[in-house]
């Protein structure tokens, strides 16, 4: 084989693989513009995700405190209404049947002789 016939065979092996290198590479291009679209689109999805939930948060959170601190408020208020009457029913009541008559349940207790705490208040 004569060193021009061994040049021709090496070049024609390595324009082979330059055309094969080169349809590969266009292939693979072609396969990842189609697959930027879905990238794309899923990630303009994930930013008016985020977008979205965000002024959800933003909206949704102050609102919660309200209704949570509001409503902690009521059962509280229950709570202490109920807490009066019971020490109305059960402490004054027992004083009173005991026979402690110099008992006066009044809001101003301090300045009454023999004045206690009167819990139960009805502007609650």
Known sequence: MTIGNKFILVFSIFFIAVIAGAFFVFKTIIEQQDEKAVVDLAGRQRMLTQKYFKEYINELIPLQ?????????????????????????NIIGKLKKDGIVEVHPNKDYAEINGGIPNTVRHDV
């Open 65 to 89: 405190v309200r209704h949570s601190t509001l409503k902690t408020a009521e059962v509280a208020t229950i709570q202490i209404v109920e807490d009066r009457k019971q020490y109305t029913k």
